[in-house]
């Protein structure tokens, strides 16, 4: 067994340590394949950026039109948490050749789904809480946390790794969000008119979403192609 | 959605009713007359009376008449004063659904300006969080001084002052005017709380106030920011300040007088990004008002007057 420190540059002037490979300590499964590219990988962070920032800026348009206080402090948390996604979404898009410019770059899959957003921001009155929380609490955020993990799954998990991070932490706090979002409207759908209400609401938003192909303009699982 | 919204159509429940934003205006232009003092709110009394009926109001303006505004804002929270507890509450409230308008006034400025930077949006955002605590934070002290949410009238006036639709104008009114406004308040709700022993009031304040000097660097640095290279704007900016901080003296009851009730926090402001000169400038407009004791004469003549015409209704009815 060898004692040198360091390697020499013949043969015999190799270390004593023990070889291991990147993935033996502990036991690393994962594989080099992935489904996105670079390039595609960088529109679908485009693509969830645009849906972060536009729903941040509804939720924050909504705030002073909405009566029920604890729905406006509960929001105060979501808009703040929805900001910091849109921002770290923003921090990985130099990182994927976007060029150092790119911080603030948000792209619509499609306009249906720029259309949809606009759908969903819709309501204005007071007398509308229902609406306003059914379209991102049942609908969109949802659909949003369903994407990320697809993505996080189909995505190089060696290569885009910083994806899936940023994602996971994400996922993670959007699902908080939905958990809150569903509370709200339970309380708040009392009678069987209001769930009508809120059903409707959610059929109508998730009609429009599945007719723009969602965030990324490619909803089916099965149908999933490089952007 | 449409951008940019009224006052009147701030979202309320039911607990909540409206004053008009019209007596705070008034309240800032008085000039330093007893007469006119006390003319302008027998103009206004009726309007006050159906303002607070119904409201834990009523008592205070029962007891003092149409200036009970004059007198509750213009003397200091003293817990040793007559009726110490309702003017602490009505404090208390004030910054309740001040708090509610800044959440609000700071959540429309991520709405009203789709083109700002991301770096305002995000710093708006954080607001939003923020105010949200704070709303929690003082509906909690209002329970815990034994008051609650709706009790008194809603002024959404520091809202109608504070928002405007230059975004430059808007960070002046609500991240400089409105939130250094509440710096003041603070700074005097925590002294307050360690004359009477109250450490829950005390701490949570302080972390209120840390939170409102960051909301007011913000304002600092954006209007800085939305004004660069364009002195006709930033001039615009400071002369839109310096009206919202008028209005937000209350007719001198907050500004650097000896006798000011809520004296201006310049510590505070200094760490918030204030500049001397600004402070100087606060100073003197918000000292402009009427004399404390041009206000407490007209608040007793108008106390006097009261009594003296509800006496003559009480006779009347029983004779």
Same mark, same amino acid.
Request: with cysteine.
């Given at each position: 067994?060898?004692?040198?420190?360091?390697?020499?540059?013949?043969?015999?002037?190799?270390?004593?340590?023990?070889?291991?490979?990147?993935?033996?300590?502990?036991?690393?499964?994962?594989?080099?394949?992935?489904?996105?590219?670079?390039?595609?990988?960088?529109?679908?962070?485009?693509?969830?950026?645009?849906?972060?920032?536009?729903?941040?800026?509804?939720?924050? %348009?909504?705030?002073?039109?909405?009566?029920?206080?604890?729905?406006?402090?509960?929001?105060?948390?979501?808009?703040?948490?929805?900001?910091?996604?849109?921002?770290?979404?923003?921090?990985?898009?130099?990182?994927?050749?976007?060029?150092?410019?790119?911080?603030?770059?948000?792209?619509?899959?499609?306009?249906?789904?720029?259309?949809?957003?606009?759908?969903?921001?819709?309501?204005?009155?007071?007398?509308?809480?229902?609406?306003?929380?059914?379209?991102?609490?049942?609908?969109?955020?949802?659909?949003?946390?369903?994407?990320?993990?697809?993505?996080?799954?189909?995505?190089?998990?060696?290569?885009?790794?910083?994806?899936?991070?940023?994602?996971?932490?994400?996922?993670?706090?959007?699902?908080?969000?939905?958990?809150?979002?569903?509370?709200?409207?339970?309380?708040?759908?009392?009678?069987?008119?209001?769930?009508?209400?809120?059903?409707?609401?959610?059929?109508?938003?998730?009609?429009?979403?599945?007719?723009?192909?969602?965030?990324? %303009?490619?909803?089916?699982? %099965?149908?999933?192609?490089?952007? | 959605?449409?951008?940019?919204?009224?006052?009147?159509?701030?979202? &309320?429940?039911?607990?909540?009713?409206?004053?008009?934003?019209?007596?705070?205006?008034?309240?800032?232009?008085?000039?330093?007359?007893?007469?006119?003092?006390?003319?302008?709110?027998?103009?206004?009394?009726?309007?006050?009376?159906?303002?607070?009926?119904?409201?834990?109001?009523?008592?205070?303006?029962?007891?003092?008449?149409?200036?009970?505004?004059?007198?509750?804002?213009?003397?200091?929270?003293?817990?040793?004063?007559?009726?110490?507890?309702?003017?602490?509450?009505?404090?208390?409230?004030?910054?309740?659904?001040?708090?509610?308008?800044?959440?609000?006034?700071?959540?429309?400025?991520?709405?009203?300006?789709?083109?700002?930077?991301?770096?305002?949006?995000?710093?708006?955002?954080?607001?939003?969080?923020?105010?949200?605590?704070?709303?929690?934070?003082?509906?909690?002290?209002?329970? !815990?001084?034994?008051?609650?949410?709706?009790?008194?009238?809603?002024?959404?006036?520091?809202?109608?002052?504070?928002?405007?639709?230059?975004?430059?104008?808007?960070?002046?009114?609500?991240?400089?005017?409105?939130?250094?406004?509440?710096?003041?308040?603070?700074?005097?709700?925590? &002294?307050?709380?360690?004359?009477?022993?109250?450490?829950?009031?005390?701490?949570?304040?302080?972390?209120?106030?840390?939170?409102?000097?960051?909301?007011?660097?913000?304002?600092?640095?954006?209007?800085?920011?939305?004004?660069?290279?364009?002195?006709? !704007?930033?001039?615009?900016?400071?002369?839109?300040?310096?009206?919202?901080?008028?209005?937000?003296?209350?007719?001198?009851? &907050?500004?650097?007088?000896?006798?000011?009730?809520?004296?201006?926090?310049?510590?505070?402001?200094?760490?918030?990004?204030?500049?001397?000169?600004?402070?100087?400038?606060?100073?003197?407009?918000?000292?402009?008002?009427?004399?404390?004791?041009?206000?407490?004469?007209?608040?007793?003549?108008? !106390?006097?007057?009261?009594?003296?015409?509800?006496?003559?209704?009480?006779?009347?009815?029983?004779?």
């Amino acid at each position: 067994m060898s004692d040198r420190m360091y390697p020499g540059m013949r043969a015999e002037e190799r270390t004593g340590f023990a070889p291991y490979s990147a993935f033996d300590i502990p036991a690393d499964l994962r594989e080099l394949h992935g489904r996105y590219d670079v390039e595609a990988t960088a529109l679908r962070v485009r693509n969830f950026r645009y849906a972060e920032e536009w729903m941040m800026m509804m939720l924050g %348009g909504w705030v002073a039109t909405i009566p029920e206080i604890p729905v406006k402090t509960g929001l105060g948390k979501v808009i703040w948490q929805t900001a910091q996604a849109a921002d770290e979404l923003g921090k990985r898009l130099p990182e994927l050749r976007c060029g150092r410019k790119a911080l603030e770059a948000s792209e619509a899959a499609n306009s249906a789904f720029a259309d949809l957003i606009q759908a969903i921001a819709e309501p204005e009155s007071p007398d509308l809480t229902i609406e306003k929380l059914s379209g991102v609490f049942d609908v969109l955020i949802p659909h949003l946390v369903e994407i990320y993990e697809l993505h996080n799954r189909e995505t190089d998990p060696i290569c885009d790794a910083p994806t899936i991070d940023i994602l996971a932490d994400m996922i993670r706090r959007k699902r908080e969000h939905i958990q809150w979002g569903q509370d709200v409207l339970d309380a708040l759908c009392e009678t069987d008119a209001l769930k009508q209400r809120r059903r409707e609401r959610a059929d109508h938003i998730a009609s429009l979403l599945k007719a723009s192909g969602g965030v990324t %303009g490619v909803l089916e699982t %099965g149908q999933e192609t490089l952007n | 959605m449409k951008r940019f919204i009224p006052h009147e159509e701030l979202a &309320r429940d039911s607990r909540f009713v409206r004053q008009d934003p019209a007596q705070a205006t008034v309240l800032a232009s008085l000039p330093d007359d007893v007469d006119t003092v006390v003319n302008v709110f027998e103009q206004f009394g009726p309007l006050i009376e159906a303002g607070v009926r119904g409201t834990s109001a009523e008592p205070l303006f029962d007891e003092l008449g149409p200036g009970f505004m004059i007198s509750v804002l213009n003397e200091p929270l003293d817990p040793e004063a007559g009726a110490a507890v309702p003017r602490l509450l009505l404090r208390m409230h004030g910054i309740f659904v001040g708090e509610l308008q800044a959440l609000e006034g700071a959540a429309r400025s991520i709405w009203d300006f789709p083109d700002a930077p991301w770096e305002f949006k995000m710093n708006m955002a954080r607001q939003c969080w923020d105010e949200a605590r704070h709303i929690q934070i003082f509906e909690k002290l209002l329970i !815990h001084l034994g008051g609650h949410v709706g009790m008194f009238p809603e002024s959404t006036f520091l809202f109608e002052a504070a928002c405007s639709d230059d975004p430059a104008m808007r960070v002046a009114g609500v991240n400089r005017g409105l939130e250094g406004l509440a710096c003041d308040v603070f700074r005097d709700m925590i &002294r307050f709380a360690e004359k009477t022993d109250d450490e829950v009031m005390k701490q949570a304040v302080d972390y209120v106030l840390a939170d409102e000097i960051t909301h007011v660097r913000f304002g600092s640095e954006w209007v800085k920011e939305f004004t660069k290279n364009d002195p006709e !704007h930033f001039r615009k900016t400071q002369d839109f300040r310096r009206e919202v901080d008028k209005r937000f003296s209350f007719g001198g009851a &907050r500004s650097d007088r000896e006798d000011a009730a809520i004296p201006i926090a310049r510590e505070d402001r200094l760490e918030a990004g204030f500049t001397e000169e600004e402070l100087e400038e606060l100073a003197q407009i918000s000292g402009e008002g009427p004399s404390k004791q041009t206000l407490m004469t007209a608040a007793k003549i108008l !106390h006097d007057r009261f009594k003296a015409s509800q006496a003559a209704e009480t006779t009347e009815a029983t004779s």
